[in-house]
Structures are given as C-alpha cells and as structure tokens.
C-alpha cells in the first residue's frame, strides 16, 4: 500500500452521513456502532460528520471486527486474508467442503483473538454508553430546556437568599409562594435529580466493568447475550446447557432481542 493510500481505521455510534467522507469504507455497522476506513490524506472531513469517532488500530478494524464472537480455533479465509498465504498458521488436516474454493482453513493466531477480545470491549463500551446517555436524557427530558436552562441559577439563589434572587422572585411572583418554600423545593429537586444521576452512572460503572473484566472471547459472548440479546454460538449455547432436544431436533434457548441494561 503506497503512502498515498495508507488506511486509518476509526470507531463510533452509528451515523448515517459516512458518505460524505471521501474514501470511506465502512467495515461493520451492528447494534448500533460503526467501523469504518478512510485513506489518511481524508481524515479530515471527518469534522463534517455530525457525531465523533475515535481512531482504533487497523487490527481492530480489520480482525476484531472479522472475528468478532469466535469460539472456533480454526477458521476458513479466504485468499485476501494474510493467513492464507502463511504457511504457519494453515492446517494441511483438514479437507474443505464442496463449493469452499478459495478459502483456507488457518488456525487463529492469539494476535486476532486478542484482536477480537478488544474490539468486542470497545464495541460494548459505545453501546453501554449511548444506552445510559439515552436514560439520561429521559430524566432531563421530564422538565423544559427552559426550566433546565434555569435549573444552575435557581440553586444558586436558594443557596443565598440574602443576595441577589431574580429568578427565585419571578418564580414567588408567579405562584404566590414564599420565598423560603420556593428555595426548599429547588433544592430537594436538585438533590433528588443528582442521586438518580448518581445511580445511573454507577449502574453505567458497573455493566461496563463487567466486559472490562472478561478474559476471552467466551466470556464476552456471555455477556453480549445477556445485555445485547446477541444469542451466543451454538456450539458454545451446548456446553452451557442452552441447547435442548426436541424430538430429533436440537433447539436452542430463545434469547430476548434487543437491549437489556
């Protein structure tokens, strides 16, 4: 790849307007998160978009997101994929099926487990956080902006009632009350607000500590399950006993889509 097409790979929520940025490749766009590529010289444009991305290294975005919740330790790749073409990581054992031409079957190396592993703490970490700020929004949103506009002033003003209080006398004038009642309220609102904030973002601490601690990729997919609604791999869903018999069939576990947090 020439210096003139060099890569830089960049996370974020989803947004639709990608398209604008010149070169823009986008790689994986699930549950709400998006990666995607653009050639170093656009990065600029990136300032165009209307939410923000950070940059990920290409390992991320080229094999975090490929093998994003894999439990196999061999996999099929196909002649783009560097493994095919590197003799230490091709398993010669194995026969591929019919109509699997041009694939390989490589033994997954820890540098794309590892790789995998990240990307699904990163990819979770947005999601986590877009869910909490969404919740968030949901108790702001039970006042006006103006009330919130004003919310900073009126507890500072009750906090001094010997100084200046315009916003408190409007607030008197209009309903009549006194003074010291009106201070009362604003206060006890403010403090019940905070401690629903403060919940808030200590339940947000503790889901997103929970992928934070996750040592494999067996774990994440647990968890990924469990908040996300992403059912696990089959194989996987077995060995924890997910998997039933129904007449000759094996069936799954249902899993409830959709966010869980």
């Given at each position: 790849m020439?210096?003139?097409?060099?890569?830089?790979?960049?996370?974020?929520?989803?947004?639709?307007?990608?398209?604008?940025?010149?070169?823009?490749?986008?790689?994986?766009?699930?549950?709400?998160?998006?990666?995607?590529?653009?050639?170093?010289?656009?990065?600029?444009?990136?300032?165009?978009?209307?939410?923000?991305?950070?940059?990920?290294?290409?390992?991320?975005?080229?094999?975090?997101?490929?093998h994003f919740g894999e439990i196999r330790t061999e996999v099929k790749v196909t002649d783009e994929d560097p493994l095919s073409s590197e003799n230490m990581f091709a398993d010669e054992n194995i026969v591929l099926s019919p109509g699997t031409s041009g694939k390989t079957v490589v033994k997954l190396p820890e540098e794309r487990?590892?790789?995998?592993?990240?990307?699904?703490?990163?990819?979770?970490?947005?999601?986590?956080?877009?869910?909490?700020?969404?919740?968030?929004?949901?108790?702001?949103?039970?006042?006006?902006?103006?009330?919130?506009?004003?919310?900073?002033?009126?507890?500072?003003?009750?906090?001094?009632?010997?100084?200046?209080?315009?916003?408190i006398d409007s607030i008197v004038a209009a309903k009549g009350s006194k003074k010291e009642d009106v201070a009362a309220g604003i206060l006890a609102g403010s403090a019940a607000f905070k401690e629903k904030v403060v919940a808030l973002y200590a339940d947000m601490l503790k889901v997103k500590q929970e992928f934070t601690n996750c040592a494999t990729i067996k774990e994440l997919n647990v968890l990924w399950q469990t908040y996300m609604g992403i059912p696990i791999p089959n194989e996987q869903a077995k060995e924890l006993g997910q998997v039933h018999e129904e007449g000759e069939q094996l069936t799954q576990d249902d899993v409830d889509p959709g966010l869980h947090i």
């Open positions: 020439t210096e003139s097409t060099k890569l830089k790979y960049f996370i974020g929520r989803r947004c639709d307007e990608i398209d604008w940025v010149t070169t823009a490749n986008i790689i994986w766009n699930m549950y709400g998160v998006c990666v995607f590529s653009v050639e170093e010289k656009w990065v600029r444009d990136l300032y165009t978009l209307p939410r923000s991305f950070q940059e990920i290294s290409e390992d991320l975005g080229r094999w975090g997101t490929k487990v590892a790789a995998a592993i990240e990307f699904m703490k990163v990819s979770a970490k947005l999601v986590i956080e877009d869910q909490f700020d969404r919740k968030f929004l949901s108790l702001k949103a039970r006042e006006s902006k103006l009330e919130q506009f004003l919310w900073e002033a009126q507890v500072r003003e009750s906090n001094n009632l010997d100084g200046d209080t315009p916003v």
